[in-house]
């Protein structure tokens, strides 16, 4: 069966790290270009980071600086690296992966889609 799990949402202070993983199962995620979204209550969802086959990164502005997405393609595992967390960064994130590149953080062209981790940004 073809999965996508995204894990390490967890609470955190304002100001703390956390780093999300996603894995696929029944797939080589190696081939496959990646977007992690967000979607925080009563706000629609949002476009966080987004890293292509060819390794180029692209960020929100919101997480510009902060956040860091890389792939380790022996593990097969995609990467957020999240720091100086804050509040306004609550929400469930989500790992996508699709074989067409998006240049424009569209869910819907993705063929993939993770069942979402828990961030909780909280003093």
């Known amino acids: ?10 609470v955190v202070q304002p100001g703390g790290s956390l780093r999300l993983s996603c894995a696929a199962s029944g797939f080589d995620l190696n081939i496959y270009n990646i977007g992690w979204f967000r979607e925080a209550p009563g706000k629609e969802r949002e476009g966080v980071s987004r890293l292509t086959t060819s390794a180029e990164t692209f960020y929100a502005e ?21 720091n100086d967390l804050k509040v306004e960064d609550t929400a469930v994130y989500y790992c996508t992966a699709g074989i067409y590149r998006d240049d424009d953080f569209t869910w819907a062209l993705y063929d993939y889609w993770g069942q979402g981790t828990q961030v909780t940004v909280s003093s």
Do not use: C, P, W
């Open 1 to 10: 069966q073809e999965q996508l799990v995204a894990t390490g949402g967890a």
């Open 62 to 82: 919101s997480v510009k600086g902060r956040f860091s997405v890389s792939r380790d393609n022996i593990k097969g595992t995609v990467y957020l690296e999240m």
